[in-house]
């Protein structure tokens, strides 16, 4: 059973920084794309990045809102995933999720999400 | 970066409707289109890839349509437990985007 769980959430002051981990484990986690995707409170989703697979030189994309701020790496020894975030925002106040992303037709498409974590930024 | 249009945002429908939601792409997207269904409190979990493939577990009453700008979403016979919100998201080029979300509410 595929199984991701996202841990590190909290609340973080404006400009702090805050790492989010992602554990996954129910299939090979080095042949996948994996995905970090949030949603501020009452709000739509919004895909925030990807990171490749090692066969791909874990090469990574991002969202412009967070282009420069964020970082997304992995550690395929523990299967693990990553999303360091700094000079937080009060807009980057969402839940986080963590997915994964198989390969179908082309393209990546997430099939599995995490529960979830939330991080609030106020003063 | 592309943007998805959903229309209705929001719908009324009762048990036994026929629903059809539309996304509509700012350019072309092939057929890299997938939808997801998310309740409250949960994660989305994904219905249909490649604008048209079910995946495995969805009930055959859910079908997707479409490619190039225009796709839809449609519910043949809704049921009880498909009262959510539902997204379509493109996976032509990066950034990947997701439309802003049509919530399906029971009448």
């Known amino acids: 059973e595929v199984q991701l769980v996202e841990s590190g959430g909290g609340l973080v002051q404006p400009g702090g920084s805050l790492r989010l981990s992602c554990a996954a484990s129910g299939f090979t986690f080095s042949d996948h794309y994996m995905d970090w995707v949030r949603q501020a409170p009452g709000k739509g989703l919004e895909w925030i990045g990807r990171n490749r697979n090692k066969a791909n030189s874990y090469t990574t994309e991002y969202a412009a809102s967070v282009n420069g701020r964020f970082t997304i790496s992995r550690d395929d020894s523990t299967s693990s995933l990553y999303l360091q975030m700094n000079s937080l925002k009060t807009e980057d106040t969402a839940v986080y999720y963590c997915?994964?992303?198989?390969?179908?037709?082309?393209?990546?498409?997430?099939?599995?999400w995490g529960q979830g974590t939330l991080v609030t930024v106020s003063s | 970066d592309i943007q998805l249009t959903q229309s209705p945002s929001f719908l009324s429908a009762s048990v036994g409707d026929r629903v059809t939601i539309t996304c509509r792409a700012s350019?072309?997207?092939?057929?890299?289109l997938a939808w997801y269904q998310q309740k409250p409190g949960k994660a989305p979990k994904l219905l249909i890839c490649a604008a048209s493939t079910l995946q495995s577990g969805v009930p055959s009453r859910f079908s997707g349509s479409g490619s190039g700008t225009e796709f839809t979403l449609t519910i043949s016979s809704l049921q009880p437990e498909d009262f959510a919100t539902y997204y379509c998201q493109q996976l032509n080029s990066y950034p990947l985007t997701f439309g802003g979300g049509t919530k399906v509410e029971i009448k």
């Open positions: 997915a994964r992303s198989y390969f179908y037709s082309s393209v990546y498409y997430i099939d599995y």
């Open positions: 350019q072309g997207i092939s057929s890299y």
